[in-house]
């Protein structure tokens, strides 16, 4: 059974850091990627980063977010700074494995992520 368990997530100041971490097991993954809901608004692309390692960011978050894959690969952080108001999310974390020749879309619960003064 293939799981996604996100920590990192809680309360942040504008201009303050937080850091993600999603570490999946159950099974090998190709991409990982976060995406973010706001309140009253559709599941947004926020990072995503191959098996290789190679990244790419939506442009709302390109400079201050850095997405990461450690260890086994199984692991991902993301790492925001310059937090905004408007990164106040529910933060998903999502991974791709492969089974068969199908493509399987995996997502974690999600940690809330309130920014705020």
């Known amino acids: 059974q293939v799981q996604l368990v996100e920590s990192g997530g809680g309360l942040a100041q504008p201009g303050g850091s937080l850091r993600l971490s999603c570490t999946g097991s159950g099974s090998a993954f190709t991409t990982m990627a976060w995406y973010r809901q706001a309140p009253g608004k559709q599941r947004e692309f926020v990072a995503i980063?191959?098996?290789?390692?190679?990244?790419r960011y939506a442009d709302s978050v390109k400079g201050r977010f850095t997405i990461s894959r450690e260890g086994a690969q199984n692991k991902m952080s993301l790492q925001m700074n310059n937090l905004k108001t408007e990164d106040t999310a529910i933060y998903f974390c999502?991974?791709?494995?492969?089974?068969?020749?199908?493509?399987?879309?995996?997502w974690g619960q999600g940690p809330q992520v309130p920014v705020s003064e």
């Open positions: 980063i191959s098996s290789i390692g190679i990244p």
């Open positions: 999502h991974a791709e494995s492969s089974r068969l020749g199908q493509r399987l879309q995996h």
